[in-house]
Structure formats: C-alpha cells, structure tokens
C-alpha cells in the first residue's frame, strides 16, 4: 500500500513565476490537508480539502494561494507569482475519516530565487 | 484558541540514556488529540505516538512513551534508551476542531551523544 506521495520532492521558481504541487493521497483516503513548513519552523496548517471540496481554508493566505482536490487525480497546492517569502516545505497528509490520524508525504521543498 | 508551547528549542542526550521532551497545550475542546511526529534531517515526518483526551493510559509505543497529564495540559513525551539514530527535531501536535487539522509546537532538536 503506497503512503502519500508528492511531487515534485524540489521545486526552483523565479519571482513570479507559478508553482504547482502535487499530492496523492494514499489509496482510500479521500481528506486531504496541506501544511507549510517555514526553516525553522513548525508546521502551519493551510487548507483542508475533501474530493471536490474545500472544508477549511483558515490557513491559506488570501492572495496568490489556492487548492483543489478534484474527483479524479491528485490534490493541487498552487502559489501564483511566487515571492522569497514563499520557499519552504510544503507538505500534504491524507486521511480516510475527517479527525482521524494523518498519513505526511514526504515534502515538496520549494525555493524561490 | 488552541496553541502547543515547546520550550525546549535544543536538548543533549548521551546515547542509552532516557530523555524528555516538553510539549503544554492550550485547548477549551473536551475532546481533542495530542501527537508527537519525529522530523529527521532527510525532511519527512514520522509518526511516533498519539494520546487521545479520553485516554486514561499514557500511550507507548515501543521506546516512546507518553507522559500524559491532563490537569496540567502537559504532553511530554520520553524516549528511553536513546540512539543515535533519534537524532532529529521533534515535533508535539494537537488535532483541533471540527475538521482535523493539526497544530504544531515550534520543536525540538534533540541530539544523541555516543
């Protein structure tokens, strides 16, 4: 049973540039929650997403930011016009229950130059 | 509104020795959820141990166990026979509110000393 996956692991973006990032869920799991790891940081939720559907988005900023979760295929984190401040992990975890323990990818570590 | 508070930022251990890692939580939930994730140089986040607000057993899990006190909000965790492979950050989380979504103290980095 593959876990989460996620690509790509690294991630180079000019200023203003778009990037995209991917989650699969592991099989079965139909939440999704993406979280952005600052260097030297914690984990800091953005968005909760089930298929077709955004359940919590408290944590995503309100500009250049969105996620999607379609019927079929992976979940999108997408960052529009990126900027320094955006470099950092990215992670997704999935879960077959909402509340119910939390499965981590391993990371898409995005930096912007 | 819910915080986790680790006030450790760096701690030693000398391999095979036990240590402790602080983690304080602020919730008003009666119901809520308490983890402890292990983040090595590689990147990714490893699950350790989980401790459910119900629980009245602290949780173990093999060298990991949970020192869960309640009435203080502490959610300590303790590793017991280090090695130097538990050289890593560490990491105390709450699962908060309705939808599940984790939050995480600010970590400690922990290093073993052969």
């Known amino acids: 049973n593959a876990g989460v996956m996620q690509n790509p692991r690294h991630l180079v973006r000019r200023r203003g540039q778009e990037a995209r990032l991917r989650c699969s869920p592991m099989k079965g799991h139909s939440h999704v929650y993406w979280y952005r790891q600052l260097p030297e940081e914690g984990l800091k939720f953005m968005v909760y997403?089930?298929?077709?559907?955004?359940?919590?988005e408290s944590g995503m900023p309100k500009e250049r930011f969105s996620a999607e979760f379609p019927k079929e295929g992976p979940s999108i984190l997408r960052i529009q016009q990126v900027v320094r401040g955006d470099s950092a992990a990215y992670f997704c975890?999935?879960?077959?229950?909402?509340?119910?323990?939390?499965?981590f990818g391993p990371g898409t570590r995005l930096t912007v130059t | 509104a819910q915080k986790i508070t680790q006030t450790q930022p760096g701690m030693f251990v000398q391999e095979k020795e036990a240590v402790t890692l602080d983690c304080t939580y602020d919730t008003s939930d009666q119901s809520y959820g308490l983890f402890w994730y292990k983040q090595p140089s590689s990147g990714e986040m490893i699950f350790l141990i989980y401790q459910g607000s119900y629980d009245e057993q602290n949780a173990t899990e093999g060298r990991y166990s949970l020192n869960f006190q309640k009435a203080r909000k502490s959610a300590n965790l303790v590793i017991s026979a280090s090695q130097l492979g538990d050289s890593a950050m560490y990491f105390c989380a709450m699962r908060g509110g309705n939808t599940g979504k984790l939050i995480f103290g600010q970590g400690t980095t922990l290093q073993v000393k052969p």
């Open positions: 975890a999935s879960s077959p229950y909402q509340g119910y323990e939390q499965y």
């Open positions: 997403l089930q298929k077709e559907n955004i359940i919590d």
